[in-house]
């Protein structure tokens, strides 16, 4: 047994809704073995460490992102601003980088939006192939829903004229039938497939390589939603990666078409007790708002009656809810428009959860839940997981989608809750408008404000004050994914915790987002240390 630390002079936000505020904390083994004012500390014995006055937090949880996809973007080419303002940007950036690398290689870029291009209009094989038509060249959207390419991977991929839409995906075309280069949700499959892929000893070391920039955001748990069992095992690839050095406890969310009929859901892989297990089976039931690819209703604005790609079937929900329940895991589900969230509240409305301490089956963004589902989600105890992030970085795109008005109405997190919904908050970085996604602190700014980066409001209603927003990503998070004893600071919880700038809860609202981590601990050791400038 170690000596105890004795952490006083702190204001620690335990998330504890027992014992919400602190003075002083006691650190055990790795673990919290009191908490409570710092005069009641006196006969205690330990070495004493003084945070003079500084806010605590719980170590954060982000309940939805995909580490993997966050790691591969930083080498790839930015195609935001500042770095990217429009196509003729984007097709300098392709030159630049087809001169360094190999005329064989990919060149691949992450994150443009039309919606923030001064052309207001997304990228094409043409506009691509002003830069390379010998090297193939393809670009992710920020909502990874879609991707762009140049006529080198349209040829390499076999996408022609004759090319049909695969189900749940679109290939975009011009009058004349020729594929555009713009392949949506599961079409983009069809180029991804065929791209080199990465051994497990470089995927582990580029999660390895994030692990501090998490932790210096102070988040200690982490969450992958796109695991996969071929061509690479991501459980394989977590645990490599723990033994690099990555320090974060992670839960992965496998992809139902890629397990389905392959034996992975072991009870051991699915121990929760494990830093790095599975935690539930994932399914997309539609796509993104800002690509016009979710499934709503009423339609998109635009005159053409677009409604969105459904991906999945209430018989398909069914089937992997089956899966999940024999193995005691969570039926996780991306919806974002009306109708794939009608789908899935309908098809378990009536049935009973499987798992007694946390939710069956999550909904993953709920950007636009009908006022039936948010009441029937409520009754049967399905949890939402949305991203505030989204509407604060993506203003431009929701308001050429939707209009102001319906607009204000996504995201109801203040609604989700009084429907008694549990509700977790998460970033879904990469996979956002923004030059640093994965900040906690951003997401939770959006959510107190309700107003967008460029002050858009968002819809005040829906704001939520600032210790929900943090119980969001700390207790809340730690009930939806259920990774065991974090999210709160109280006795024989890890010592997860963060030590911020600035005292979070007393600053104004439309100052959290620079909010930065000083120090962040797991099992009571240091793990993060902010530089300070000399």
Do not use: C
């Given at each position: 047994m170690t000596s105890d630390i004795i952490y006083v002079n702190a204001k620690i936000f335990t998330a504890n809704p027992e014992q919400p505020f602190a003075s002083a904390m006691v650190i055990r083994d790795g673990r919290i073995h009191w908490i409570g004012e710092e005069d009641e500390t006196e006969a205690m014995e330990g070495e004493r460490v003084d945070l003079q006055g500084r806010r605590m937090l719980p170590g954060l949880i982000d309940a939805h992102m995909h580490p993997l996809y966050l790691a591969s973007s930083s080498k790839q080419i930015p195609c935001m601003p500042p770095d990217v303002e429009s196509i003729e940007d984007l097709i300098t950036e392709v030159r630049k980088a087809r001169k360094i690398q190999d005329p064989e290689s990919w060149i691949e870029g992450w994150g443009y939006d039309e919606g923030k291009l001064a052309d207001r209009r997304s990228p094409s094989r043409w506009d691509l192939d002003k830069a390379t038509t010998k090297s193939p060249v393809i670009i992710t959207r920020t909502c990874t829903h879609i991707v762009v390419v140049n006529s080198k991977a349209l040829e390499l991929a076999g996408i022609n004229k004759g090319t049909k839409d695969p189900v749940g995906g679109k290939i975009d075309r011009d009058s004349d039938g020729e594929p555009t280069g713009v392949l949506r949700e599961n079409a983009k499959d069809l180029v991804m497939k065929i791209m080199p892929v990465q051994t497990i000893e470089h995927d582990s070391n580029a999660l390895a390589d994030l692990s501090p920039k998490l932790l210096s955001h102070g988040i200690t748990a982490i969450t992958d939603l796109m695991a996969k069992k071929?061509?690479?095992?991501?459980?394989?690839?977590?645990?490599?990666?723990?033994?690099?050095?990555?320090?974060?406890?992670?839960?992965?969310?496998?992809?139902?078409?890629?397990?389905?009929?392959?034996?992975?859901?072991?009870?051991?892989?699915?121990?929760?007790?494990?830093?790095?297990?599975?935690g539930g089976i994932k399914l997309f039931a539609d796509g993104s708002v800002s690509g016009q690819t979710a499934w709503v209703n009423p339609s998109f604005l635009g005159g053409n009656e677009n409604f969105g790609i459904p991906m999945?079937?209430?018989?398909?929900?069914?089937?992997?809810?089956?899966?999940?329940?024999?193995?005691?895991?969570?039926?996780?589900?991306?919806?974002?428009g009306e109708q794939a969230i009608d789908l899935i509240v309908d098809t378990f409305n009536g049935k009973k959860g499987w798992i007694d301490d946390g939710p069956s089956i999550r909904i993953e963004h709920a950007a636009m839940p009908s006022k039936k589902a948010l009441q029937h989600a409520g009754e049967i105890g399905i949890a939402f997981v949305p991203q505030?992030?989204?509407?604060?970085?993506?203003?431009?795109?929701?308001?050429?989608?939707?209009?102001?008005?319906?607009?204000?109405?996504?995201?109801?997190?203040?609604?989700?809750?009084?429907?008694?919904?549990?509700?977790?908050?998460?970033?879904?970085?990469?996979?956002?408008?923004?030059?640093?996604?994965?900040?906690?602190?951003?997401?939770?700014?959006?959510?107190?404000?309700?107003?967008?980066?460029?002050?858009?409001?968002?819809?005040?209603?829906?704001?939520?004050?600032?210790?929900?927003?943090?119980?969001?990503?700390?207790?809340?998070?730690?009930?939806?994914?259920?990774?065991?004893?974090?999210?709160?600071?109280?006795?024989?919880?890890?010592?997860?915790?963060?030590?911020?700038?600035?005292?979070?809860?007393?600053?104004?609202?439309?100052?959290?987002?620079?909010?930065?981590?000083?120090?962040?601990?797991?099992?009571?050791?240091?793990?993060?240390?902010?530089?300070?400038?000399?």
């Open positions: 071929n061509p690479v095992d991501y459980l394989d690839l977590y645990n490599a990666a723990t033994d690099k050095g990555m320090k974060q406890r992670a839960v992965l969310y496998y992809i139902w078409g890629n397990i389905k009929d392959d034996p992975i859901l072991k009870k051991n892989n699915t121990n929760r007790e494990h830093a790095n297990h599975v999945t079937t209430k018989e398909e929900l069914l089937r992997a809810g089956e899966a999940a329940e024999k193995h005691q895991i969570q039926l996780v589900i991306h919806a974002m505030p992030i989204f509407l604060y970085a993506e203003i431009e795109s929701y308001l050429t989608n939707l209009g102001a008005e319906r607009m204000k109405q996504t995201y109801p997190i203040q609604s989700m809750m009084d429907a008694g919904i549990m509700v977790a908050f998460s970033s879904d970085a990469p996979a956002t408008a923004w030059a640093d996604p994965v900040n906690p602190f951003v997401g939770m700014m959006a959510a107190v404000t309700r107003m967008a980066h460029d002050g858009t409001d968002t819809g005040q209603e829906q704001r939520v004050d600032v210790e929900t927003a943090i119980m969001l990503y700390t207790k809340a998070a730690q009930e939806v994914t259920r990774i065991p004893d974090v999210g709160q600071l109280a006795p024989g919880y890890h010592a997860d915790f963060i030590i911020l700038d600035r005292d979070i809860l007393a600053i104004m609202p439309e100052e959290i987002g620079e909010v930065r981590v000083e120090e962040t601990y797991m099992a009571g050791k240091k793990v993060f240390q902010k530089e300070t400038a000399v």
